[in-house]
């Protein structure tokens, strides 16, 4: 075959332009090829380089700067190695493929035929050794990682055990040098003199820019709030945390003006690095009336907002003066360890500073969380708040006893984890709640939104678990990272996970890459909410001004949203990673779970793509299928669901109604006949009985009258029966589902137009035959009988 193949080719004079053609695509991999092998080299090079200089890792004398630098690099080695083995697969696919098309070598075949197949296997050769090399990169960059770590690891351990002078060393040190606060003192005057001291004009200019962000506080407050606040009924939490913050903001605008304008106009004024400390004292007091209002909203807000994060009420007041304590810690902290105050202190005075602060802190912590066991939605019991109480005892113990880095560490860790924790958790309650206000539509500009959307009041927002989702893994997903950073595992071990995240795994011959499985689920989500509005607003809007009923609208609509459904997955799939070429594994598979268990499911997909497209019967026709007889509410795909006059929904599968003899009453049109039966006395008039029932019927609104192809109403005398002339009146009405309305009221019509004429509806008459009478029988009284009846 592929000796014709060749044959073709010299015949046509097709030889030349194919092997343009090939050479054209194979450019580029030949030019990729140079460049992964120049990597490559120089990859080796500097992953060598790196563990000469810094491997093994000695913990009393290796730079973690260094070390942290290095993971970084080689994180980065690592990624592209992955990303190079990825491409050499990739390229040695489509040589294999080239190969494929060429066929096996021939006798005979054209001269260059067999140089581009010669050409094409060296090319292959090259891009296994390229594969390998990449391969091996990647190996000796994973375990050069690993050793690292594990340095920074050993130096992290060495500097956290690192012990010096305990409390009652600090404390008698200062003690026997008690003029260390003057030497301090002048030493810090000394440093913010040679940093720039404000003169005359600018302290005159800051004390302005205080008058003056007053004045403007203010002023703002009177232009934004010239209405009174007022609380709302049943308005949510996130409704409850808006006005708290309004209320706050209105009362404190004129303080933050106050510190903050004098604070930008020192920062401008004077230097920026290093900062004097007349500078961060302003900035810090800033910040920390600013976190005062936070808490304030949070946990104390003023009137009419309501307590509505935290109850009881006096708990969360003691609990509001607690983090107001902790918050002027912090101000006090900044200021003594984060400025020039800290390289004013002497090594003894800054140490028993250390602990004065580290004492109080600590304390405060304790107290609080002690406090949290009154708040409603305590997340743990006692015994866990208990052992984080002990947790910061033990932190206070190591600071006393010398472990200064070791205690730093652990308290740093934890705060930062608990104020992580605390600002998860109110995103997340805020966000939720927001999202449920929007739902149910609690607030005006909710009530308008859901309005623009063309949502009812017991609908959902369409699109909006989507977002419910988003909003939790971003959420918790930034406080997992935060938590690494806090805890510096992003500095020691971020070299390894990021390749993981965006390289991938393997499990086996699966590659796994959670970047791109991320990719998809958000392509999967935001193409699948696009497909639900094209299908429910844009597709209805369109086929509004064409000749289609209301049923092939409906149709059409349906198969948008499918079709939409498997684009959203396709697409999806793709941007994960998976290979297309794997579906048709699928598809076998599929077709022997048809075959063993699937029959039912896949015969009523078919049946539900029948539906939709012959539409023997459509949304809102009345149906009787079976025993059950209703409205047709929706064609899914795999059931149909039929609301009976009782208001119960029945699923029925789609194959039934296939198989199935099924009533439509409306599938043509709507028009229907209806029946009502008449007796009158014999005394009647017949004609005049027929003139009055024949009056009523037209009378009606919903009789049809006049219509080219059905009967107008008549009234036809059946029979005589046992007690009355039997009549029926037989009429078509416009509506067929007002069947049973229609003739409930012709009844009532024809009631009060025979009392009228004084036309009887006899009862039934029926004849009595006795047997025997009861009476005296023997002389004696029947004893079945009262007294005066048997006399």
């Given at each position: ?253 004129p303080v933050w003006g106050a510190l903050a304008l004098p604070a930008i106009y020192l920062l401008i004024a004077l230097p920026v690095s290093p900062l004097p400390l007349v500078t ?23 009137a009419p907002a309501t307590d509505w994060l935290m109850r009881p009420a006096d708990a969360a007041r003691a609990l509001g003066r607690r983090l107001k304590a902790l918050a002027a ?463």
């Amino acid at each position: 075959m592929a000796q014709e193949g060749s044959r073709s080719i010299r015949k046509n004079g097709l030889g030349p332009w194919l092997l343009g053609l090939l050479l054209a695509a194979l450019a580029g991999t030949v030019l990729a090829q140079d460049q992964a092998a120049e990597w490559t080299r120089e990859a080796a090079e500097s992953l060598q380089q790196i563990e000469n200089r810094l491997a093994p890792v000695d913990p009393e004398t290796a730079d973690a700067g260094a070390i942290g630098a290095a993971l970084r690099e080689v994180g980065s080695l690592r990624t592209r190695a992955q990303q190079c083995v990825t491409t050499a697969e990739e390229a040695i696919k489509k040589l294999d493929a080239t190969l494929a098309s060429l066929g096996e070598a021939q006798q005979g075949e054209p001269a260059e035929v067999t140089r581009e197949r010669r050409d094409l296997e060296q090319q292959r050769a090259a891009q296994e050794q390229t594969l390998s090399t990449c391969r091996l990169l990647g190996v000796q960059a994973q375990r050069l990682s690993e050793v690292l770590a594990q340095g920074q690891q050993a130096i992290l351990a060495s500097r956290l055990l690192a012990r010096g002078p305990d409390a009652w060393t600090v404390l008698k040190a200062n003690l026997i040098a008690p003029g260390q606060w003057l030497i301090s003192l002048w030493r810090l005057l000394e440093l913010e003199e040679s940093k720039g001291l404000p003169d005359l004009r600018q302290w005159l200019l800051t004390l302005g820019m205080l008058i003056l962000g007053a004045a403007a506080g203010f002023g703002l407050r009177r232009l934004l709030f010239r209405r009174d606040l007022a609380a709302r009924d049943q308005a949510g939490i996130a409704a409850n945390f808006a006005l708290a913050l309004a209320v706050q903001t209105r009362r404190d605008l004129p303080v933050w003006g106050a510190l903050a304008l004098p604070a930008i106009y020192l920062l401008i004024a004077l230097p920026v690095s290093p900062l004097p400390l007349v500078t961060a004292a302003a900035v810090g007091l800033a910040l920390f009336a600013l976190l005062i209002s936070l808490i304030s909203v949070l946990l104390v807000p003023h009137a009419p907002a309501t307590d509505w994060l935290m109850r009881p009420a006096d708990a969360a007041r003691a609990l509001g003066r607690r983090l107001k304590a902790l918050a002027a810690l912090g101000l006090v902290g900044y200021l003594l360890f984060v400025t020039s105050l800290r390289d004013a202190l002497s090594p003894d005075l800054y140490l028993l500073a250390r602990g004065i602060y580290g004492t109080v802190l600590i304390l405060n912590l304790v107290d609080i969380v002690w406090l949290l066991r009154r708040a409603s939605w305590a997340l743990v019991g006692r015994l866990p708040r208990l052992a984080l109480m002990a947790a910061l005892l033990g932190m206070l113990l190591a600071e006393y006893l010398g472990y200064r880095n070791l205690a730093s560490y652990l308290l740093g860790g934890t705060m930062g984890s608990l104020f992580a924790l605390a600002i998860a958790m109110l995103a997340s309650l805020l966000l939720t709640d927001l999202y449920n206000g929007i739902d149910e539509g609690r607030l005006g500009w909710q009530r308008r939104l859901r309005a623009r959307l063309g949502l009812k009041s017991h609908e959902l927002v369409p699109g909006l678990t989507w977002l419910r989702l988003f909003t939790l893994v971003v959420i918790w997903g930034g406080f997992l990272l935060w938590i690494t950073a806090i805890w510096g595992f992003s500095q020691q071990g971020q070299s390894l996970l990021v390749p993981y995240l965006t390289g991938g795994f393997t499990i086996g011959s699966l590659n796994i890459v959670p970047a791109y499985l991320l990719g998809g689920l958000a392509a999967f989500a935001l193409l699948l909410n696009l497909s639900r509005y094209i299908k429910q607003h844009l597709i209805p809007r369109w086929l509004r001004h064409t000749r289609m009923d209301m049923g092939a609208r409906e149709a059409v609509a349906s198969v948008t949203g499918y079709i939409g459904i498997a684009v959203a997955a396709l697409v999806a799939l793709s941007i994960a990673g998976f290979e297309m070429q794997n579906l048709a594994i699928i598809a076998g598979a599929l077709s022997v779970g048809i075959g063993f268990g699937l029959q039912n499911i896949v015969n009523n997909f078919v049946s539900g793509l029948i539906l939709l497209f012959e539409r023997p019967i459509r949304r809102g026709d009345w149906i009787v299928a079976g025993g059950t007889e209703g409205y047709v509410k929706s064609i899914n795909i795999r059931s149909t669901q039929i609301q009976t006059f009782d208001r119960a929904d029945v699923i029925v599968p789609n194959s039934e109604l296939i198989s199935q003899q099924v009533t439509n009453w409306m599938l043509a049109d709507k028009y229907g006949r209806v029946v009502v039966p008449v007796g009158v006395s014999y005394d009647s008039d017949p004609e005049q009985v027929r003139d009055i029932l024949t009056a009523v019927a037209e009378e009606h609104p919903l009789v049809l009258k006049g219509h080219p192809e059905l009967a107008d109403p008549r009234v036809l005398f059946r029979q005589f029966g046992d007690s009355s002339l039997d009549f029926e009146l037989r009429f078509f009405i416009t509506e067929v589902d007002q069947r049973l309305t229609t003739i409930s009221e012709i009844n009532f019509e024809i009631f009060r137009a025979f009392k009228r004429e004084g036309i009887e509806i006899p009862y039934p008459q029926r004849d009595l035959h006795l047997r025997s009478w009861p009476g005296r029988e023997g002389g004696e009284e029947n004893p079945t009988l009262p007294p005066r009846a048997q006399d």
